[in-house]
């Protein structure tokens, strides 16, 4: 794998046109969580999908990395699955909390990761499925809907 500019773009665009795949599942991972946790969680569009694409790919230094993790997602395959079970999920988590960005969204996009990968299931080479989860987990847990990221934190300290 070699990772240019060009390439780069190329895996921004891969990633907008799996809108429909990812905002799907996306929604079903919020309809899910916001079951189990007792809170409404605002359902995401395609358009506000593609938009944070473009945003996570704005930055250079993280877009490299979303588009390496992809691509390796995406080529990823283990004779018989299981014994690569491990690196799949490490690859799928490591994406989702690139996406999400620094803590403590990173790591609650790793732990979505694992509830958006009991999620899906893609035909084809191990890591699709991997790819999927990570990027509903990453996107999910970044775009607006939740409640509590909508509102200041109470545990903000302020200089006087």
């Given at each position: 794998?070699?990772?240019?500019?060009?390439?780069?773009?190329?895996?921004?665009?891969?990633?907008?046109?799996?809108a429909?795949?990812?905002?799907?599942?996306i929604?079903?991972?919020?309809?899910?969580?916001?079951?189990?946790?007792?809170?409404?969680?605002?359902?995401v569009?395609?358009a506000?999908?593609?938009?944070?694409?473009?945003?996570?790919?704005?930055?250079?230094?993280?877009?490299?990395?979303?588009a390496?993790?992809?691509?390796?997602?995406?080529?990823?395959?283990?004779?018989?699955?299981?014994?690569?079970?491990?690196?799949?999920?490490?690859?799928?988590r490591?994406l989702?909390?690139?996406?999400?960005?620094g803590?403590?969204?990173?790591?609650?996009?790793?732990?979505?990761?694992?509830?958006?990968?009991?999620?899906?299931?893609?035909?084809?080479?191990a890591?699709?499925?991997?790819?999927?989860?990570?990027?509903?987990?990453?996107?999910?847990?970044?775009?607006?809907?939740?409640?509590?990221?909508?509102?200041?934190?109470p545990?903000?300290?302020?200089?006087e």
């Amino acid at each position: 794998m070699e990772l240019t500019p060009d390439a780069v773009a190329a895996e921004r665009e891969a990633l907008k046109t799996r809108a429909s795949t990812t905002v799907s599942l996306i929604n079903e991972v919020r309809e899910a969580l916001g079951d189990r946790f007792g809170v409404d969680v605002a359902p995401v569009t395609e358009a506000q999908y593609r938009a944070e694409v473009d945003a996570v790919f704005a930055d250079g230094d993280v877009a490299v990395n979303v588009a390496a993790y992809a691509g390796i997602l995406r080529e990823l395959d283990v004779q018989g699955d299981y014994p690569g079970f491990v690196v799949d999920e490490i690859l799928g988590r490591e994406l989702a909390s690139t996406i999400a960005g620094g803590q403590p969204l990173a790591l609650l996009a790793q732990a979505t990761f694992h509830v958006a990968d009991t999620m899906t299931h893609t035909d084809g080479v191990a890591g699709v499925d991997d790819l999927d989860a990570a990027l509903a987990a990453g996107f999910q847990t970044r775009l607006p809907g939740w409640e509590w990221t909508e509102t200041e934190s109470p545990f903000a300290v302020r200089s006087e």
